[in-house]
């Protein structure tokens, strides 16, 4: 079973950055997709990034285009996503999950392993 740890959250004020991270166990990391999900206090988990196995294609919600940037090094097991011009609204527990196959995806069901989360909390 793979295991998945975040880490990098914390406290930003808005405009500020953050780059989480999340390494994985499994020494097929570099055949699956990853993705990137957050769920904020009393709202449903949602879709924030994804990126296919090889690291050639990227998916971002519309929500965070622009100042989000999902990237992945296979070396490493680790994927990463930098969060620049942060709002309070991105304030939520990140997860990274690892897909079920190396095409990236957006549903929960398409990811088969999830990460115990990492808090990032922006001020105004």
């Known amino acids: 079973q793979v295991q998945l740890v975040e880490s990098g959250g914390g406290w930003v004020q808005a405009g500020g950055s953050l780059r989480l991270a999340c390494a994985a166990s499994e020494r097929s990391f570099s055949g699956y997709a990853m993705g990137w999900f957050r769920q904020a206090p009393g709202k449903e988990r949602e879709f924030v990034a994804g990126?296919?196995?090889?690291?050639?294609?990227?998916n971002y919600a519309d929500s965070v285009k622009e100042r989000f940037a999902i990237s992945r090094n296979n070396a490493k097991n680790t994927v990463y996503l930098q969060m620049s011009s942060l709002k309070p609204e991105d304030t939520a527990v990140y997860y990274c999950a690892r897909g079920r196959s190396p095409i990236v995806a957006v549903g929960p069901a398409d990811f088969a392993a999830w990460g115990q989360g990492t808090q990032v909390t922006v001020s105004s």
């Open positions: 990126i296919s196995a090889g690291g050639g294609t990227t």
